[in-house]
């Protein structure tokens, strides 16, 4: 099975457990050189070399074969930029082909249990649209160390990934792990930052006492962006090859910690032809 989402060749979208079939197929010849896999889907089955491929974001399924750059860290989705140096580091990453790995997390009615399947992006900078894109992050942070700020930069493909999920599920499925994050800052606090005006309602001392001095300060001190890439999937999958669903029967684990949480977890292999019933797919 290979079904097409959009006509934009430069970013590939397909579930884990295609990606060898599809690399040895030659639908990503962008990662011939750059990864090795092993026979069966486990903790460490995809070998990457950081010197052919840039990984902005993985988890357990990944193993590099050497050093990754330092600025890099890869399980917090984060590239620490100190220096010119760093920066210059980061254009050498951002000339390579650049992977991604997000999660889907499924959730029954009750919230209780479900699975989670992992889905690999890849970015191809040979393609002008994906070039022009990583030039305007390249850019902005070339602005903010010019200018001797402190700076958060993030990307995230959350909402293109929500926009094919089907309807029917759509109060059951999250998309985890899709951001990744240019900085040489912390993060902002995730809860003094929300924006839910009832929630502030509720925690109207806390608001006036922590959140508003927090949030001025941040906005004093660094300057947070976020960043829409303006590039569309190209879904890629093999019908001949199982979807690989990490089950799970307890509230919330981890996505992606098959390894330090395989206690909570058990894989099951599903027909290729159930990607249909997981993702909204569309025709070109």
């Known amino acids: 099975m290979s079904t097409t989402i959009s006509s ?44 052919k491929v840039t990984v902005l974001s993985c988890n357990e399924m ?3 074969i050497y050093p990754v750059p330092r600025i890099c860290q ?9 220096t010119n140096a760093d920066y210059e580091s980061m254009q050498t990453m951002f000339v390579k082909p650049i992977i991604m790995c997000v999660t889907r997390r499924q959730e029954d ?16 900078p040979s393609d002008p649209k994906v070039a022009k894109e990583l030039s305007r992050i390249t850019e902005h942070v070339e ?38 994050h240019v900085t040489n800052f912390h993060a902002p606090n995730p809860v003094l930052t929300l ?22 300060y941040r906005k004093l001190r660094c300057v947070d962006k976020n960043m829409d890439l303006n590039i569309h999937f190209c ?6 090859v199982p979807l690989a669903l990490h089950f799970f029967s307890e509230r919330q684990p981890l996505p992606g910690r098959y390894r330090t949480q395989s206690h909570k977890y058990h894989l099951r292999a599903c027909p290729g032809t159930e990607l249909r019933s997981l993702l909204y797919l569309m025709n070109c």
């Open 109 to 124: 009615e009750a919230m209780i249990n479900g699975f989670d399947m992992d889905f690999i992006v890849v970015f191809s």
């Open 235 to 240: 879904l890629e999958a093999s019908g001949s």
């Open 62 to 64: 990944f193993e590099p």
């Open 8 to 51: 934009d060749a430069g970013l590939f979208f397909c579930p884990i457990s295609s990606l060898p079939d599809l690399v040895e197929k030659e639908k990503l010849p962008c990662l011939a050189d750059g990864l090795v896999f092993d026979l069966e889907v486990k903790p460490g089955w995809i070998h990457y070399n950081p010197n």
């Open 143 to 180: 602005k903010q160390l010019r200018k001797r700020n402190k700076f958060f930069l993030t990307m995230d493909l959350s909402e293109r990934l929500d926009e094919i999920s089907p309807l029917d599920f759509k109060n059951h499925i999250m998309w985890l792990n899709c951001a990744f």
């Open 74 to 82: 890869t399980q917090q989705h984060i590239i620490k930029i100190a």
């Open 195 to 216: 924006d839910i005006f009832y929630l502030w309602c509720v925690l109207l001392p806390c608001c006036i006492a922590i959140a508003l001095p927090y949030r001025l």
